[in-house]
Antibody
Framework: EVQLVQSGAEVKEPGESLKISCKGS????????IAWVRQMPGKGLEWMGV????????LYSPSFQGHVTISADKSISTAYLHWSSLKASDTAIYYC????????????WGQGTLVTVSS | DIQMTQSPSPLSASVGDRVTITCQAS??????LNWYQQRPGKAPKLLIY???NLETGVPSRFSGSGSGTDFTFTISSLQPEDVATYYC??????????FGPGTKVDIK
């Protein structure tokens, strides 16, 4: 069974750094891309970027380029989303999602990680 | 950049009703469109890929159609468990993705 398990909720202060994780299991991690999606409180879904775990090639949405870093460690089947300096506006639920088996949809999703940034 | 719009939002219907949501792209996107369901407090779920293909395990009351700039998502007979927000999503071959704003569906 394909599973994506994300790290737990975080509460941080503005200016702090943060890395959240997404661990894949039940499939060959390097065979499918992983995407990150943001959902701000009460709002819709926003694609942030995608990583190919085999070679760590990444593609970012222009809206998020330079604000976050997506990485992966294929030895432990885990993808990451990193901020070097959080802002209050980064408060949101962050989802990771894996490529579908058919088509180019996001066929498998993590449970989401709530990040709260507040002083 | 390609922009996606959805209508209506919100949408209120009775159990058993046929529900239709439309999604429009700002330029021709062929059939590069997916539909997702997000129930309250849950992660999104892929329902339809490539505009009209039903994802494995998804009930047949869900369907999608369209190509180019105009797409339709239909629930043939609304069930209580279908209360959710539905998103269309364009993708390209890189892949890059653009979500529509979502359509919230509830029961009258």
């Amino acid at each position: 069974e394909v599973q994506l398990v994300q790290s737990g909720a975080e509460v941080k202060e503005p200016g702090e750094s943060l890395k959240i994780s997404c661990k894949g299991s039940g499939y060959i991690f390097t065979n499918y891309w992983i995407a990150w999606v943001r959902q701000m409180p009460g709002k819709g879904l926003e694609w942030m970027g995608v990583i190919y775990p085999d070679d760590s090639n990444t593609l970012y949405s222009p809206s998020f380029q330079g604000h976050v870093t997506i990485s992966a460690d294929k030895s432990i089947s885990t993808a990451y989303l990193h901020w070097s300096s959080l802002k209050a506006s980064d408060t949101a639920i962050y989802y990771c999602a894996r490529e579908s088996r058919r088509g180019l949809g996001m066929g498998y999703w993590g449970q989401g990680t709530l990040v709260t940034v507040s002083s | 950049d390609i922009q996606m719009t959805q209508s209506p939002s919100p949408l209120s219907a009775s159990v058993g009703d046929r529900v239709t949501i439309t999604c429009q792209a700002s330029q021709d996107i062929s059939k590069y469109l997916n539909w997702y369901q997000q129930r309250p407090g849950k992660a999104p779920k892929l329902l339809i890929y490539d505009a009209s293909n039903l994802e494995t395990g998804v009930p047949s009351r869900f369907s999608g159609s369209g190509s180019g700039t105009d797409f339709t998502f239909t629930i043939s007979s609304l069930q209580p468990e279908d209360v959710a927000t539905y998103y269309c999503q364009h993708y390209d071959n890189l892949p890059r993705f653009t979500f529509g704003p979502g359509t919230k569906v509830d029961i009258k």
